[in-house]
């Protein structure tokens, strides 16, 4: 998704409220944005800008955030749903959603249906999936994700925000665990895609068969490195507020030998992306980020481009373990993926 292809999508989704009681917010509603956000989180939301006036404005004239609102008689926003869009991306990030904890909605679940039917259609056109990372603190944001937008589990991320007070909700205050999901808007090519061989791979198979793809699946062996092969690290996404960087381990030829230095210096948490399309370098990289620390928490998918298997750097496998043994799942293919994750840390780890 280039500059002008996020130019277009903003500006299709911006056409039309998708529903009677729903629209596209704009400056003057900043305030009641705030107001909600205040409302549900206080002032610990994760994202600073968000509370300064015009912050939001900022994020809503540049197209980064759109921002799609439920507002009632008195002109409160009772809930907001929010879309992160970036230039060069594939997919877009649902997030930022919002429910006042104690003002009525007047949308029942048959509008909020058709307000993400009239919105997924949309972004068809545009992008081909979107990823979110849904709560794991209280079960309502999964099941809507699931019944409502279609997102299947594609991974986990350990410790996605810490210091949140979420209020109303049971538990909020301690550092959250993320469930990431997926919602695939098209076909999904029907290429190769190698896992690394062993436990860790059958757990990664299984989050492929989650979206129907565990028949393209090569399973490879570890590969003991007969001459030095240079790995280099890409930047794909910081995010600041949240301390969360994402880069890609690439293999290169080239003279140099020896690994670059893999943990980032900036980040709280810390995710490497590796591609699913190169056997090769599935079978050296996962050995040496298994040495390093990291563990393998998921995919990512994507339309032309080979997809990934993503690797978080894990301090403390034990205390991990045990944050994510207390998260709550909706589903059964979740509670699989959080249980299967724990059992293979205390298999490797």
Not at 93 to 110: E, I, K, V
Not at 255 to 271: F, I, M, N, Q, Y
Not at 282 to 287: F, Y
Request: proline share 6%.
């Amino acid at each position: 998704m280039g500059r002008d292809c996020t130019a277009s999508l903003v500006d299709d989704l911006r056409s039309a409220a998708p529903t009677e009681h729903s629209r596209w917010l704009s400056e003057s509603e900043e305030p009641a944005f705030r107001e909600l956000l205040h409302a549900r989180y206080g002032d610990t939301y994760s994202y600073p800008v968000l509370y300064e006036p015009g912050g939001a404005s900022r994020l809503w004239r540049s197209g980064r955030l759109l921002s799609l609102g439920e507002l009632n008689a008195q002109g409160a926003i009772v809930s907001h749903t929010g879309l992160w869009t970036a230039p060069g991306r594939d997919s877009v990030d649902s997030g930022l959603s919002l429910t006042h904890p104690t003002l009525r909605t007047a949308m029942d679940r048959d509008e909020h249906a058709r307000m993400w039917r009239y919105l997924l259609e949309r972004l068809r056109g545009h992008v081909g999936f979107v990823h979110q990372h849904t709560s794991t603190l209280h079960l309502m944001a999964q099941r809507y994700a699931a019944r409502i937008m279609s997102a299947v589990p594609v991974g986990l991320i350990v410790h996605y925000t810490r210091g949140e007070t979420l209020i109303g909700v049971e538990g909020s205050g301690l550092p959250m665990q993320a469930l990431e999901m997926t919602t695939v808007l098209g076909p999904l090519p029907p290429r190769t895609r190698y896992l690394p061989e062993g436990c860790w791979g059958e757990w990664l198979r299984s989050i492929l068969a989650g979206v129907g793809l565990s028949g393209s699946v090569v399973l490879v062996p570890a590969e003991p490195r007969a001459r030095p092969v240079r790995h280099v690290l890409r930047p794909i996404d910081w995010n600041e507020s949240l301390r969360i960087e994402r880069r890609e381990l690439v293999r290169t030829s080239g003279p140099e030998e020896g690994e670059p230095t893999l943990l980032s210096a900036r980040a709280r948490v810390d995710l490497l992306h590796l591609s699913m399309g190169d056997a090769r370098h599935v079978a050296e990289a996962t050995p040496v980020l298994l040495a390093a620390g990291y563990r393998p928490t998921g995919i990512r998918l994507h339309q032309e481009a080979p997809d990934e298997l993503v690797f978080q750097h894990v301090g403390d496998v034990k205390a991990a373990c045990e944050a994510l043994g207390r998260a709550r799942l909706a589903g059964k293919d979740s509670q699989a993926l959080f249980a299967g994750w724990i059992e293979r840390c205390a298999r490797t780890s």
